[in-house]
Every structure is written in structure tokens, then in C-alpha cells.
């Protein structure tokens, strides 16, 4: 089957009695794409961007609806917005006992296993360790280099000018990855313990860099929390398929 790259040159295009059935597209842009007359039975969108714009079909913006579905699915997840000292403290209670529950009832022969080019439930949770490193110890605590070496980095860091060397090229156990990750749920808890009003509204800087957007505390906080959610939904939804 044809991969297509990094390409741009179907920006624009119409496509007219084409068939795109089975296709597969990955970290792609299409924002504004119109379909008319089409047939999607089966067709399977995941975006964590989803919530950042709209999704129309049939005439009916589906984005609202989505969220309130995950919220049902997932309690607490409403709390990922949560503006205050008390509800981030609440939110962050329920995504950690979610994510218990998930580890606990993943047999031990999954825990390596992942679908096709997604991660597995070892390598999300170096994940979320990293976004800790990122957010909190980097972002909020301006640690000049708060990333353990376990940390699993997203597609796309290198060229972003991130240096990825930091990072362990051997995987660990995931004994070794539940440790680490139990102390940065520590970390967040314990900073969580003491915040306050005016704590999160201070300013800090993006731990990715760039200067369009200069996040509060309470910022970060609520993207680790995103996070959170977000791959716990992931590797649901993949363990699944595997079980």
C-alpha cells in the first residue's frame, strides 16, 4: 500500500467518486476537509484536538456531545477543567484511581503488547512521566532539566529541536516503570496539597518553548491532567482490542 509523507499536495483537492476505503491517516491535518454524499460507515476518528474546534455532521457540531459521552464514561473527567485549587485536587484523585484500576487489571502479558503503531500500556505510562517532567517540573517548578530518563517522547520532538539523548534507548522493566511513575504521581499530588488561588494564576512560561502562548499554573496543571485522561482512554480502547 502507498504511504504518503509529509506531502501537502492534496491540500485543496476534490476528490469525486474515489475510493479512500481502508485508508489510514496519521498526524495529519484535515481541518476544513467538506464530504458530501459519502459513505462512513466504520470510519474511526481519535483526535485529542477534537475539543479545540468543531466536527460537524449532518449539519450538528458533535463536539459537545463527544465530551459529555467521555465525561459518562469516565467521572471525573469533567474536572480536567477545573479552575480552582479543590476541583484540580478532586480531578487528579479520580484519573489516579482510574489509572489503578487499569493497571491492575492488565495481565501481565499486555503490558508490552500495543495495536499497530499505537504505544503500550508500559510505554504510555513512561509517557505521562515525561508530560509530569514536562508540565510540572518544567513548566511550573522551571527545573532547567526536569526529564528522567525513562520518559517516553512524543512523534515528532526531534525535529521540533528537542534533545532527544536524554532519553534511555533500552526499554526498562516495567517494574522500573512503575516506580518512577509513582513518584511523579507523588509529585503532583503533593504540589497539588498546598495550592492556592493565587499560585495558579501565576504565569509561567511554555516548558515546549515558543512565546504565543505563556500558560498559568493552573494551565499546566490542567494539560498533565488532559493527559492523564486522554491515554487512559488510549490504552483502554487498545487493551481491548488485545484481550
Known sequence: ???????????????????????????????????????????????????????????????????????????????????????????????????????????????????????????????????TDAWLRGGILQVEQPFHEIGQVFTGAADMGFDTSIFRTDPPTFDEVLAVRAERQQLVTDFLATATPELLAEERANPWGGDDWRPSVGDCLRVILEEEWAHLRYVRRDLALLR
Open 1 to 131: 500500500m502507498t504511504t504518503y509523507s509529509g506531502t501537502k499536495e492534496f491540500e485543496g483537492a476534490t476528490f469525486v467518486q474515489a475510493s479512500l476505503k481502508g485508508a489510514t491517516l496519521r498526524f495529519s491535518d484535515v481541518s476544513g476537509v467538506t464530504m458530501r454524499s459519502v459513505d462512513v460507515d466504520g470510519l474511526d476518528i481519535d483526535s485529542h484536538d477534537l475539543f479545540f474546534g468543531r466536527l460537524v455532521v449532518n449539519g450538528v457540531d458533535v463536539v459537545p456531545l463527544v465530551d459529555t459521552e467521555l465525561n459518562r464514561q469516565f467521572p471525573g473527567r469533567e474536572l480536567q477543567k477545573a479552575q480552582t485549587p479543590e476541583g484540580l485536587r478532586e480531578g487528579w484523585v479520580a484519573v489516579q484511581s482510574a489509572w489503578q484500576d487499569t493497571v491492575a487489571d492488565t495481565p501481565p502479558g499486555l503490558v508490552d503488547a500495543h495495536v499497530e503503531d499505537e504505544w503500550s500500556l508500559a510505554q504510555t505510562l513512561r509517557h505521562l512521566v515525561l508530560a
